[in-house]
């Protein structure tokens, strides 16, 4: 096969989308749209790419590093967008060029390189992704010769009546032989109601010099949809929600009600784990079998192990280990790793920490740039802690050890495997092994004080 090369079309502001960031940097299941595009040529082996950018050009070669880029200073219609392209063109003569638009975020690896069958069995000048949707508004429309080649597109704001009920549209992604292309971007004029320089005219130009243009119906017309405003986007999110869904299930999650259900494509689940409503899975995530993952959880980049259940989370850039119950209400930040059978329970926080085996963090707590051994026992409202205002510094708690109610470990500070930290300790030194430390003051009782200074006073105000 011939080293194929591709131009995406990135150029738009996000106008219509209100947005101040790039268009094609709008995120659907948390990832750009040009980071989808991106992904399926890389998938379709197309490593030649150069993205034409607009505002934000920064930002948006920061999510596809591996393009080349040039600049469009004005947006004037795709036809425009793509002549900026000129000297990447014309390195690429004799040879086939995807075109491709950054908001159309669906079209597939397997769908482009079809198209790409048809256009070199075809000898068509170009062949473009089409698709039959139930309603085409916005969209281009595909008239048809009687051969069945596309003759033209016309857009929306240019269309008769008739044309209209045409329900057969311009999905955005396009093959063209590259000579055909460049001396057809000579002929362009902005003769229309935008007064832009469309690249769909190109098709008219091709069949006007009776060139064969073909059009490959996508199978799916779903990968065929962009999204220019809002209320688009979140008809893209719906789809791509919903089908990497079907996608867990058909691989043995079980979600037993996908209200507020997120999971990002690429985020692997094992068998018999169970989703529950309000759980967004993110990122690079592997939960493992048999969990059971909510109501309202959030995890990002983060390894589950087999038999986890996490109530009410948040997660973030941690690893658990097997058969760990945490929550409700457990946050669990960046760099954290809770080993096989622990328990975290309700308004814990762990930081930057590792607690070992069996150990159990019930409530209350905040364990922040600590090394945990196995069993320990943190009883209630326990802070590790772990800045001075200036410099941040771990705690380290052995084995077995057990850490009475509402005591501040002030790091740095060891304690030794098996001992015993007293209740309302403030712990600012070391304690050895198998030791109890008490760092509080002691107790004074004055038997009959307060009935002496109820007598002196009179009785309490209400
Ligand atoms: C375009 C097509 C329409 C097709 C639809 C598919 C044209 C004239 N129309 O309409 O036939 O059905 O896409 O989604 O091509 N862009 C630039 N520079 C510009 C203008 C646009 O880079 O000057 C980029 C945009 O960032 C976007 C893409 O090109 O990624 C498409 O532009 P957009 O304005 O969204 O075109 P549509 O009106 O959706
Ligand atoms: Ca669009």
Redo the contacts with the bound molecule.
């Keep these: 096969m011939e080293k194929l090369c591709a131009v ?6 996000g106008k ?1 989308m209100r947005s101040a960031r ?3 940097l709008c995120e659907v299941l948390f990832r750009p ?2 980071s989808w595009i991106a992904g399926s040529l890389a998938e379709s082996g197309i490593g030649d790419v150069c993205a ?3 505002a934000g050009a920064d930002q948006v070669r920061a999510a596809v590093p591996d393009f080349s880029w040039v600049e ?1 200073k ?8 793509v002549m900026q392209a000129k000297a990447f063109l014309q390195s690429h003569r004799g040879g086939d060029c995807a075109v491709l ?4 975020p669906f079209v597939d690896s397997k769908t482009l390189m079809d198209a790409y069958k048809l256009h070199k069995e075809s000898g068509a000048a170009v062949t473009l992704l089409t698709a039959s949707l139930p309603d085409p508004t ?4 595909i008239v048809r010769d009687g051969r069945g080649d596309v003759s033209c ?1 016309v ?2 704001a240019d269309a008769d009546e008739k044309t209209l009920q045409i329900c057969e ?4 992604t396009y093959w063209f032989s590259v000579d055909f292309l460049l001396s057809a971007l000579e002929q362009l004029q902005p003769n ?1 109601a ?1 007064g ?6 190109v098709i008219g130009i091709a069949a006007a010099q009776g060139k064969r243009v073909c059009g490959y119906e996508a199978p799916n017309s779903q990968i ?3 999204a ?1 405003d809002r209320k688009g986007l979140l008809r893209l999110n719906e789809i791509a929600r919903q089908a990497e869904l079907d996608r867990q299930l058909a691989a043995g999650v079980e979600i037993v009600c996908d209200d507020g259900v997120m999971i990002q494509p690429g985020v692997q689940i094992g068998q018999d784990t169970v989703i529950l409503p309000g759980t967004i899975l993110k990122g690079n995530t592997i939960i493992g079998k048999n969990c059971v993952i909510g109501p309202n959880t959030v995890i990002e980049d983060s390894l589950v192990g087999d038999g986890c259940r996490i109530n009410a989370c948040q997660i973030e850039q941690s690893r658990l280990d097997d058969q760990i119950k945490i929550g409700p209400f457990t946050h669990v930040r960046p760099n954290s790793h809770l080993m096989t059978g622990v328990k975290i329970g309700n308004f814990v926080e762990v930081k930057n920490a590792v607690v070992g085996e069996h150990t159990a963090v019930a409530h209350l707590t905040y364990v922040g740039d600590s090394d945990v051994g196995k069993n320990v026992n943190f009883d209630c409202g326990t802070v590790t802690v772990n800045f001075d205002g200036h410099d941040k510094y771990r705690t380290v708690i052995g084995d077995d050890c057990f850490i009475g109610c509402n005591s501040n470990l002030i790091a740095p500070v060891t304690i030794g495997s098996g001992s015993y930290i007293a209740a309302g300790s403030t712990v600012t030194d070391s304690v050895p092994e198998d030791a109890l430390a008490i760092a509080r003051a002691r107790q004074i009782v004055k038997p009959g004080w307060a009935k002496a200074r109820r007598m002196r006073l009179g009785p309490r105000k209400k």
Excluded: C, W
């Design positions: 995406v079309l990135a150029a738009g502001d219509r790039p268009k094609v749209m040009i034409v950018l607009g469009q004005e947006r004037l219609g795709t036809g425009h967008a638009y950054g908001d159309a916005g969209y281009g429309r597109i857009e929306q549209i311009n999905a955005g229309n935008q832009e320089y469309y690249l769909t005219d065929a949809m962009g220019n």
